[in-house]
């Protein structure tokens, strides 16, 4: 199974600044890697999928990248509304796995 | 709009069996892959089986083969997860979500607001 280690488990920003959320695979996964935002009371949220390829809906403020088998999340200029869990998946093979989750907080 | 609504979730004694359900809308369902995705109180999100366009194919997450069953019914726009043997780590909230599309990949599209599992005596 593909092994998904993100980091950091926690993360205080304030609105208005940039974050960077890390995932990396115990091997390669090409390019598959999907984003999601989960908030209390709210449907789970995919937010980029192939790695870099934005969900239709959600803002230009969020952005994938890859380098090998690490993947980064960058929200810049940060809303209120964008406080809440951050989970990556690995959307290459079966099992399909997902990171441990990161909890971006407001400052 | 895509709507997924789940049901048929509940209390459940160890050992005993439960079955899901999830009401698809706003889509022609049988062009996708469906899948259930499931989570432990205070822990991530884990896969638990998905299943494809006209159910001929179905996969499972290791800790559940063998004992949960995914199923759809295509008139119905309905996904369905039959839950046997069921044990106290099986508890958890249920989500259906949309998966695989003809022009998409295994990533989950669309979420259900979730159903709870309780297995407990």
């Known amino acids: 199974d593909v092994q998904m280690t993100q980091s950091p488990y926690n993360l205080a920003a304030s609105p208005g600044e940039s974050v960077t959320i890390n995932c990396k695979a115990s091997k390669s996964i090409s390019k598959y890697l999907a984003w999601y935002q989960q908030k209390p009371g709210k449907a789970n949220k995919l937010l980029i999928y192939?790695?870099?390829t934005l969900q239709s809906g959600i803002p230009s403020r969020f952005s994938g990248s890859r380098s090998g088998t690490d993947f980064t999340l960058t929200i810049r200029r940060l809303e209120p509304e964008d406080f809440g869990l951050y989970y990556c998946q690995q959307h290459n093979e079966y099992p399909f796995t997902f990171g441990s989750g990161t909890k971006l907080e407001i400052k | 709009e895509v709507q997924l609504v789940e049901s048929g979730g509940g209390l459940v004694q160890p050992g005993r069996s439960l079955k899901l359900s999830c009401a698809a809308s706003?889509?022609?369902?049988?062009?996708?892959?469906m899948a259930w995705v499931r989570q432990a109180p205070k822990k991530g999100l884990e896969w638990v089986a998905s299943?494809?366009?006209?159910?001929?194919?179905?996969y499972y997450g290791d800790s559940v083969k063998g004992r949960f069953t995914v199923s759809r019914e295509n008139a119905k726009s309905t996904l369905y997860l039959q839950m046997n043997s069921l044990r106290s780590e099986d508890t958890a909230t249920y989500y259906c979500?949309?998966?695989?599309?003809?022009?998409?990949?295994?990533?989950?599209?669309?979420w259900g607001q979730g159903v709870m599992v309780t297995v407990s005596s």
């Open positions: 979500t949309r998966h695989k599309g003809y022009y998409d990949g295994y990533y989950f599209a669309y």
């Open positions: 299943i494809s366009f006209e159910g001929s194919d179905t």
């Open positions: 706003g889509f022609i369902f049988s062009d996708y892959y």
């Open positions: 192939d790695g870099s």
